[in-house]
């Protein structure tokens, strides 16, 4: 019997063809849950070029997939700004599979527009990182915590965060506090629910290639006349070079963690951010 065998895992930000969410239902599947996929529908000039060419149906395209792995799979769309969806979508799942056992909380603002010093940034910026970053994911354990006590069968939490949770940069502070927040979030959920035995703990992972789609870098390929792709090329060797392991991560790296923090092996671990970034830093 596969390790979450019996168990139905809900993943947010699950759609990109090379993202984080996608490779952590892949592997939860390929343990044994049963998965719950989420993500916004997203207009075509916000979606990496990759996907494009090859036909990609973001979380459509994820479920069959997860099918083929032998899981059943249930793709909601929602969009994590609005807060009755985000209600909908956790009783949507309990419902459909009777019970909610993993929640990963992925998703997060499209990248690039908050890339500005704070004497600059937008109000409007500063709230949506706020919103989707973090407040989507208090709403998520609020709503999936409900229904996790009252299961009374324990649980898992596994909070997405950054290296950005961790240490400030110029030009990031939307992204940054979003992600500092997380932390925080976890770390008081963890105490709530430990009586309850439903584990809460974060991931901080360095730079990712995972070919999201970022403004900024459209912005910096349209300027310099090169495509999004070699921008994408340039800058994950300029990460490699900083890496003590000599690379950057890939998804499935993300994903390896996450399911372990998701797996009962990890019952005695709870508030904790684990940093997975090849050596990077340390704290
Ligand atoms: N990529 C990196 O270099 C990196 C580095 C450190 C941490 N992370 C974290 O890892 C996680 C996954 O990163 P990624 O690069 O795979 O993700 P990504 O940037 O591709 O975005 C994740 C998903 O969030 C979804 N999303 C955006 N707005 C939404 C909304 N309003 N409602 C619902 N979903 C919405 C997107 O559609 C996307 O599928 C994120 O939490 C990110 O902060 C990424």
Avoid at 1 to 28: C, N, Q, Y
Avoid at 60 to 84: H, N, Y
């Amino acid at each position: 019997m596969s390790s979450l065998s019996g168990k139905v895992a809900l993943i947010t930000g699950a759609g990109g063809m090379k993202g984080v969410g996608r490779a952590v239902a892949l592997k939860l599947a390929s343990q044994g849950a049963d998965i719950v996929l989420t993500d916004v529908r997203r207009p075509s000039g916000n979606l990496p070029a990759q996907e494009i060419k090859a036909g990609w149906k973001s979380i459509e395209s994820v479920a069959r997939e997860v099918e083929l792995l032998g899981r059943k799979c249930l793709p909601v769309w929602c969009d994590l700004l609005v807060g009755e969806q985000i209600q909908s979508l956790i009783q949507q799942a309990a419902t459909h599979f009777g019970h909610l056992d993993i929640l990963v909380n992925n998703a997060r603002a499209i990248m690039g527009e908050e890339r500005v010093p704070i004497t600059e940034l937008a109000e409007e910026v500063w709230q949506r990182f706020l919103a989707i970053n973090t407040t989507a994911a208090f709403l998520t354990i609020k709503y999936a915590g409900q229904i996790m006590i009252k299961q009374g069968t324990g649980g898992r939490i596994v909070n997405v965060a950054s290296e950005a949770s961790k240490r400030g940069r110029p030009r990031m502070a939307a992204y940054v506090s979003s992600k500092f927040a997380l932390i925080g979030l976890a770390q008081c959920a963890a105490l709530e629910l430990a009586p309850h035995r439903i584990t809460v703990n974060s991931v901080c992972p360095g730079s990712i290639n995972s070919d999201r789609f970022n403004y900024g870098e459209a912005a910096d390929a349209a300027a310099r006349g090169m495509t999004i792709e070699q921008v994408r090329a340039e800058y994950i060797a300029s990460v490699a070079r900083n890496v003590p392991l000599g690379r950057i991560a890939e998804s499935e790296d993300v994903a390896n963690l996450v399911a372990f923090l998701a797996s009962d092996e990890a019952n005695f671990i709870t508030g904790q951010a684990y940093n997975i970034n090849g050596g990077t830093t340390f704290h």
